[in-house]
């Protein structure tokens, strides 16, 4: 006798012709099916059960931005799917390919006002690329594939399923559809390429800013081989940090730039007569800031053509697979040297990034540690290889700054929707694609509690993670300091004590604190020789200069 295939498998075995390895989620009644198929299905992919939507939400997130391929999200109806908003507005905003699946109440119930029956896909169509219900089961494979192309295709973002109980119950005929093929883009066109290839050889300060599109693998390893030719500086934004590798950073390195217009970077742009922006997003660090005057001379080279606005008007642009048109751009160019001119030029911004560091200069009040020798420390203890996720608040602020990457999305940063909880989830996720990493996340201590949860989930899984936490005793201090300066005083930042210590060690994780700020490094030593399971690190902080980091901390710096 045949046995039956329903909806849940066919869900299943498109999974698995588009090569899932993870799927996130938290169960219930609406698409218990499915979830009885990623549990006990022999050939389904690995089933990470969360403690709450959102977070697994964050974690495919960070599985989409490090693979490039999306990562997987699976809840059940109602509030299983309504709590999956912030984590795709996240996906979406941030550019990286994620697909969710959510339950929904039986079809004949849709209309009524019934227990979880939500309009799930009014919901969501306003924050992801591609939003839709499935109304036939024998269209559930075409719609996953339809969802899988709009997630990977540039822009990258999220696509939304709401699933039907009794689509995912019914019994269907069809197969799953083989993965669709990669959209494989051509370069932009050798006019245009000429064209900035004469533009850089009569620049007298060319700079290139990269973005998240332009960081990842292939076009980071052209990106190398251009720059050894070109020797052409480049300033990271937030989330292309890592594009420079150490071998080219004393040639090509200038900083990474986002929210306030006062680094080395920022100088190096506003003095520029050419600015070749590389898979550059406007939401990684808004134009209206570094080009405030609207009066730079900027090229556009991107798989996806600019969003014009009164500061972002690129003189013309090179739209298509970036790493062909880099190439293209480098085989011009193979011949090309900057001139002296340019290149004295250039070593007065790196005079000026060796011997200022850009931030207040300060003696910490006693117990306390200075934010510089906190990333000083984590710098230490990491390696080139080793994988950290920033969350958001005021550590964000100063690890985004100084802490240094050598190698592309391995330091990721919410820069875009500067969303609350995601460093905890990202890691865990991170350390489910490179299992053999040692794997940091960085979180104030109220961003901690956005996604505490989760340590649990670490823990059972078994994590190779150290997770550290800047304590400024109880405050949303980027609000704090930032509320301060506007208005002489703070309001609705304070909250209670929670001793994190013990915090951890109540879900089974190590947790340590560093009482005396001289000891950091031994504390940090213990936590990264832990090979038991994730750890916390508890470190009270001084951020009582922060309002100094809006300061024009380097003379002369971008007007």
């Known amino acids: ?86 984590g795709l507005l996240t996906a979406q905003t941030e550019g990286d390919p994620v697909l969710a699946i959510a339950g929904q109440v039986p079809r004949k119930d849709l209309y009524r ?11 969501f169509s306003g924050i992801t690329k591609y939003a839709t219900e499935i109304q036939d089961p024998e269209n559930i494979s075409e719609i996953i594939a339809n969802a899988w192309v709009q997630a990977t295709t540039a822009p990258m973002g999220a696509s939304f399923i709401s699933l039907p109980q009794d689509v995912d119950d019914a019994v269907v005929k069809s197969e799953a559809l083989p993965e669709v093929g990669p959209i494989v883009d051509g370069s932009a066109t050798t006019e245009s390429v000429q064209r900035l290839a004469e533009e850089i050889k009569n620049a007298k300060s060319p700079v290139i800013l990269v973005g998240q599109r332009g960081s990842d693998q292939e076009t980071t390893e052209i990106l190398h081989d251009f720059l050894r030719s070109t020797k052409l500086p480049v300033v990271e934004t ?40 590389l898979g550059y997003d406007a939401v990684e660090y808004e134009p209206r800031v570094w080009n405030k005057n609207k009066d730079l001379h900027i090229v556009s080279i991107d798989s ?20 062909r048109t880099l190439n293209k751009l480098r085989i011009v160019l193979e011949d090309f040297e900057l001139s002296k001119e340019s290149q004295d030029n250039l070593q007065k911004f790196r005079a000026d990034m060796s011997k200022k560091p850009g931030a207040p200069v300060f003696e910490p009040a006693e117990g306390l540690s200075h934010p510089l020798n906190v990333i000083q420390a984590i710098q230490d203890h990491v390696d080139d290889n080793t994988t950290v996720t ?25 820069n875009g929707m500067q ?42 899984l078994h994590s190779n993670l150290v997770h550290i936490i800047w304590n400024d005793a109880s405050h949303y201090d980027m609000v704090k300091f930032q509320e301060e300066m ?57 951020y009582s200069h922060n309002k100094e980091m809006y300061a024009d901390l380097i003379e002369g710096g971008a007007d």
């Open 1 to 86: 006798m045949t046995q039956e295939n329903y909806g849940a498998n066919l869900i299943l075995d498109s999974l698995n012709n588009h090569g899932v390895d993870f799927v996130f989620g938290i169960p219930g009644a609406k698409i218990d099916r499915l979830f009885e198929e990623l549990q006990h299905n022999p050939k389904a992919p690995k089933l990470v059960v969360a403690r709450h939507e959102q977070n697994a939400a964050f974690m495919a997130q960070a599985v989409g931005r490090l693979t490039g391929k999306p990562g997987v999200v699976i809840v059940t109806s109602g509030p299983g799917a309504s709590n999956l908003a912030t």
């Open 113 to 123: 006002r019934t227990h979880q029956s939500t309009p799930s896909v009014a919901l």
């Open 238 to 277: 937030f989330q292309g940090s890592g594009v420079i590798s150490r071998d080219l950073v004393e040639q090509s390195f200038f900083g990474r730039v986002g929210l306030f217009a006062n680094q080395t970077g920022d100088r190096l742009i506003a003095n520029s007569d050419l600015v070749i922006t």
């Open 304 to 323: 996806i053509p600019a969003q014009i606005d009164n500061n972002y008007n690129p003189e013309f642009q090179l739209v298509g697979d970036i790493s």
């Open 390 to 414: 920033l969350d958001i608040g005021s550590h964000y602020i100063w690890m985004s700054r100084f802490f240094r990457s050598y190698k592309p999305r391995h330091f990721l940063i919410s």
């Open 419 to 460: 969303t609350l909880g995601v460093a905890l989830p990202w890691g865990i996720a991170a350390g489910l694609v490179r299992p053999t990493e040692k794997i940091v996340s960085v979180s104030g201590d109220g961003g901690f509690m956005f996604s505490s949860m989760e340590l649990e989930t670490a823990v059972r």
């Open 486 to 542: 506007k208005y002489g005083q703070s309001a609705a930042v304070d909250f209670g004590p929670i001793d994190f210590v013990k915090y951890a060690e109540s879900m089974g994780a190590k947790g340590l604190r560093v009482d005396d700020p001289s000891k950091i490094n031994e504390v940090l030593d213990e936590a990264f020789n832990w090979n038991n399971g994730p750890v916390v690190v508890d470190i009270p902080v001084d």
